[in-house]
């Protein structure tokens, strides 16, 4: 490539979050994630209009993986482009774009069979038609391994960084190494405190793909991660301080693991506690956030801790401890 492709970080709040958006200023433009329904107005077309880009002009819509703070506006902004952009998705997150009612089943198979809240179905499913502008069809379904031409000599090659969500992806502009992860490298989790993911083992196998095999030199992230001390690292990371957000995110990776593995061998345990049956782990860790709060990820990674630990046991052929 003979020059940089520039990228414009472009933010939507909602909520306890912002919402960041990228536009890859190449000859077919592109934006990575879209935001909620309100975004692509709202937030996306003033911004690019202030950079001198037309949101009609977009040609690609790259989605890093189906939450609905990363497909709300997917509809929204393919209408603002004349239906033209071609719309990119993991095809094992393309059934969150298809169906909103496909983020009410994810809740109630997950995290939902944990909080202790009556109205939890009623309030995802409110969330999910507030939020996503529409259900659609994606246009390209990928799986990881293929190379997007951006117009030019503009390439963006697709990885599959699985943990997250099963289809998360990153997306890379080849030869800058300008690397979007969207939601795949949690660090402590934005404001929560807590970092989340539905598949602990391919989460960490991710992480080590990062660091060791794509070594971005920018690393863009969906939201503000924190450090352990609260401090959220900026959406647009340098080389060395990708590194270091990978490495952080595999500690505390290691840290959960551990006490979740701890506490999952002496079996879980219902208590009154809003972390039952997990509120052990959520004291080794001295994790004190609102396990109910939407988007909250503590009972979406324990599942997966959970999950693994069982598979691990049947495949012994033993049965799950399981205290009253
Ligand atoms: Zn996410």
Redesign the pocket.
């Known amino acids: 490539m003979t020059h940089e492709v520039t990228v414009h970080p472009l933010v939507s709040p909602w909520g306890r979050f912002g919402l960041y958006t990228f536009f890859i200023d190449a000859p077919e433009p592109a934006i990575v994630d879209t935001g909620i329904a309100s975004s692509p107005a709202e937030g996306m077309a003033p911004a690019l209009e202030a950079l001198g880009r037309r949101i009609e002009d977009v040609r690609w819509i790259l989605l890093t ?1 189906g ?1 609905i703070d ?1 497909i709300g506006g997917a509809h929204a902004l393919w209408e603002l482009t004349g239906r033209k952009a071609r719309v990119v998705i993991h095809e094992a997150d393309a059934t969150l774009l298809r169906s909103r009612r496909a983020h009410v089943e994810e809740y109630l198979a997950g995290r939902g069979r944990f909080v202790d809240d009556p109205e939890g179905e009623a309030n995802v499913t409110a969330a999910g038609n507030a939020v996503i502008s529409g259900e659609m069809e994606p246009t390209l379904l990928v799986k990881g391994g293929e190379t997007l031409s951006l117009g030019g000599d503009v390439t963006v090659s697709v990885h599959s960084i699985p943990g ?2 099963p289809g998360s992806v990153a997306y890379v502009i080849d030869g800058q190494r300008s690397v979007f992860v ?2 795949a490298v949690q660090v402590h989790g934005a404001a929560n405190g807590f970092p989340g993911y539905v598949d602990p083992v391919p989460y960490r196998t991710s992480l080590e793909y990062l660091r060791d095999q794509i070594r971005p030199q920018r690393l863009y992230l969906g939201h503000p991660y924190r450090t352990a001390d609260g401090v959220p690292y900026g959406v647009e990371l340098d080389g060395e301080e990708a590194q270091r957000a990978l490495q952080e995110s595999l500690d505390i990776e290691g840290r959960v693991s551990g006490a979740a593995h701890r506490y999952l061998e002496k079996g879980v345990q219902v208590t009154d506690s809003p972390y039952s049956p997990f509120a052990r782990v959520a004291a080794e860790l001295g994790y004190a956030g609102d396990p109910t709060l939407e988007p909250a990820p503590f009972f979406t990674t324990m599942h997966g801790y959970l999950t693994q630990f069982t598979q691990n046991l049947l495949s012994q052929e033993k049965e799950p401890p399981l205290n009253g």
Do not use: F, K, L, R
Request: charged letters at 15%; proline letters at 0%.
């Open positions: 993986h939450h990363h997250h969500t969207g939601d």
